[in-house]
C-alpha cells in the first residue's frame, strides 16, 4: 500500500456537499483506506481572483492503485459530480477539484500527471489544510516539511477555517 496525500477543493454550488461526497467516493472504493482529513477551510481564490471563495480540505489515503490509476480514479469522481473541464482554462470554478499532491516520496513526471505537485508549495490553500493531516511530511523535491514550506510563503493567501466570519 502507497501512502497519497490529496487536496481537495469545490467553489460551485453546494461546496461543503461537493467535498463531502468526493470524499466519501474516494472511500467507496475497496483500494482506498482513508487515513485522516482535514478540517474544512474557506479560501481565496489562487490565480484566477475573479471568482468564488473555495471551500478546500486534505487528506491522507493508502492505496494499492498505481498514482495514473489513482489519477484516473479521482478524476472519475470529479465528472460524477459535475467536473467539466475546458481546455484552454486554468485556476476556474469547478464543482469539485482532486489533486494528488504526493505519492509516497515518489517523484513522477509523465504527460497526464507530476508528482509531487507542482505548485504545492506556493498554495495557503493546500499548505494549511495539510498541517493538519502531516505537519512533518517531507517534500521529496525541496527536502522541507510541510511546516517549512508553509513558513516559507511570501504572500499566501487568505484561509478561513469553515464556518468563521470572513472579511470580505
Known amino acids: 500500500m502507497s501512502r ?14 461537493n467535498i463531502q461526497q468526493a470524499v466519501s467516493s474516494l472511500a467507496m472504493s475497496n483500494r482506498i483506506k482513508i487515513v485522516k482529513t482535514s478540517s474544512f477551510y474557506e479560501t481565496e481564490p489562487w490565480g484566477n481572483k475573479n471568482q ?22 479521482c478524476q472519475n469522481i470529479e465528472v460524477q459530480l459535475g467536473r467539466i ?14 489533486d494528488i499532491l504526493m505519492y509516497d ?8 500527471l507530476i508528482v509531487p505537485h507542482p ?15 502531516k505537519s512533518d511530511l517531507v517534500h521529496p523535491v525541496f527536502k522541507k516539511t510541510i511546516s517549512e514550506l508553509y513558513d516559507e510563503l511570501s504572500n499566501p493567501e487568505d484561509v478561513f477555517l469553515y464556518g468563521t466570519v470572513l472579511p470580505r
Open 119 to 133: 505548485l504545492m508549495h506556493l498554495r495557503a490553500f493546500v499548505l494549511v489544510p495539510m498541517l493538519e493531516v
Open 4 to 17: 497519497v496525500f490529496l487536496s481537495l477543493g469545490s467553489n460551485l454550488g453546494d461546496r461543503l456537499s
Open 85 to 98: 473541464r475546458k481546455e484552454n482554462e486554468k485556476w476556474c470554478q469547478r464543482a469539485i477539484d482532486i
Open 105 to 112: 516520496d515518489k517523484v513522477i513526471s509523465s504527460k497526464n
Open 52 to 73: 468564488e471563495w473555495f471551500i478546500n480540505a486534505a487528506i491522507a489515503i493508502d492505496t494499492d492503485f498505481t498514482c495514473e490509476e489513482l489519477l484516473e480514479y
